[in-house]
T-cell receptor, first 117, second 113 residues
């Protein structure tokens, strides 16, 4: 079956621009997570959705970052006024969404590599 | 959140058993221990999860002593394709609304022919 997909795979943008990153989770997965990963580091949590609502957005670094999941399936991570420090790989994961929360087995997508010039 | 400590890197020859130990001294009562594997240019992949004693699946075993302050991921007879970064994560539903997964830097395992 299809796994988690993310588009685009690569995105280059200029400092100050707005970007949207898309995640298509596995069908039937109610939980969705966004992470970002810098070179040589482990993934850093950003936000967790259970259904349409953000169950935990404490990882979003500032108010330039926002994510939505309006129909409980596809999610979009939006970054306003991008900065060079936002350059990283943005990973999306989904899980069945049972009682284990984050500790459900998470299935990760391949990521979107964002480069801010 | 429980802090984890694991070796930055390990080398092993093909065919050997590899054990990666993770320390988590301040693990909470309701925390689980989960390991993920990550290949370059891919997202992490779930390997195994446990709460106490021993868990085994088709790819690995997880040993957790009674005090749960550490855990050991055991990979039997590694091959070159096991070269990857391995992350140990500890946490669970704290009941306080935040139960994030915290990845550290992981252990970079290099399997040598």
């Amino acid at each position: 079956g299809a796994g988690v997909s993310q588009t685009p795979s690569n995105k280059v943008t200029e400092k100050g621009k707005y970007v949207e990153l898309r995640c298509d989770p596995i069908s039937g997965h109610t939980a969705l997570y966004w992470y970002r990963q810098s070179l040589g580091q482990g993934p850093e949590f950003l936000i967790y959705f259970q259904g349409t609502g953000a169950a935990d957005d404490s990882g979003l670094p500032n108010d330039r970052f926002f994510a939505v999941r309006p129909e409980g399936s596809v999610s979009t991570l939006k970054i306003q006024r991008t900065e060079r420090g936002d350059s990283a790989v943005y990973l999306c994961a989904s899980s069945l969404g049972g009682g284990m929360g984050f500790f459900d087995e998470q299935y990760f997508g391949p990521g979107t590599r964002l480069t801010v010039t | 959140l429980a802090k984890t400590t694991q070796p930055i890197s390990m080398d092993s020859y093909e065919g050997q058993e590899v054990n990666i130990t993770c320390s988590h001294n301040n693990i909470a009562t309701n925390d689980y221990i989960t390991w993920y594997q990550q290949f370059p240019s891919q997202g992490p992949r779930f390997i195994i999860q446990g709460y106490k004693t021993k868990v085994t699946n088709e790819v690995a075993s997880l040993f957790i002593p009674a005090d749960r302050k550490s855990s050991t991921l055991s990979l039997p007879r590694v091959s070159l394709s096991d070269t990857a970064v391995y992350y140990c994560l500890v946490g669970g539903n704290s009941g306080a609304g935040s139960y994030q997964l915290t990845f550290g830097k992981g252990t970079k395992l290099s399997v040598i022919p």
